[in-house]
């Protein structure tokens, strides 16, 4: 038998005023790490599949293919502030194993806030009873203009930065790159914080995993 269990979250960045704070991970990671070890052989391997969705384990691919030349280079700076800073980020610019990818679209769609600059609609689909799988499709849509200009190269790379944190497991704050963006202040990279947390967060989750799939493997 085999199930499937498909979950569609909405990303933003908003653009808002200033302050601090402490760095949120995503609620559905969060409520992986706090859920009691399953004892039932179906049961881990749901959560071993979830696991591996939110690891990345088989790497996504941030589709710049399509893009012209000056924005691939925007996202691949994008992409190296999450290589620089995790060391092994699994969202990579290469083709993968199809397993999943971010396509990146310019404009807005209705239900994008007015304060709103960018979203990353993604859906996580699990796969367990013949083995974990999972695969993973994200829409990171940028609004291109702010306050009737077009948006700065730096600007363009906290955009696409931030919206990455998220598929990665970070959630917003109020600072910082997962923070609001701020009009011609743009941050281009994670501070420690943000690095520190998802570093603990990854960890956490590929511990989960490791007990999980040593489990698994003796069953
Ligand atoms: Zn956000």
Redesign the pocket.
């Known amino acids: 038998m085999l199930a499937v269990l498909v979950g569609l979250t909405v ?4 653009v808002a005023e200033e302050t601090t704070g402490l760095v949120p991970r995503s609620p559905a990671v969060l409520q992986l790490l706090e859920e009691k070890l399953p004892t039932n052989p179906w049961d881990r391997e749901k959560l071993q599949a979830q696991l591996d969705g939110y690891l990345l384990t088989d790497g996504i691919t941030f589709n710049l293919e399509e893009l012209p030349k000056n924005l691939q280079r925007v996202g691949q700076r994008a992409l190296k502030v999450w290589i620089d800073a995790l060391g092994d980020s699994p969202v990579v610019s290469e083709p993968g194993p199809k397993v999943g990818k971010i396509d990146i679209v310019f404009g807005s769609s209705p239900e994008m806030g007015k304060g709103h600059q960018a979203e990353l609609r993604s859906t996580r689909t699990f796969r367990w009873g013949s083995g974990p799988s999972y695969t993973y499709t994200g829409t990171l849509m940028i609004r291109p203009e702010i306050g009737g200009r077009k948006l700065t190269e730096d600007e363009l790379v906290q955009v696409l930065a ?2 990455l944190g ?1 598929a990665l497991g970070l959630d ?1 704050r109020d600072s910082g790159l ?1 923070g609001p963006m701020r009009e011609g202040r743009p941050v281009c990279k994670p501070d420690a914080a943000e690095i520190k947390t998802l570093l603990a967060l990854r960890a956490a989750l590929q511990e989960r995993r490791r007990l999980i799939s040593s489990s698994l493997r003796v069953r």
Do not use: C, G, I, K
């Not at 990303?11 to 908003?14: D, E, M, P, Q």
């Open positions: 990303h933003t960045l908003t931030h919206e998220h917003d997962m």
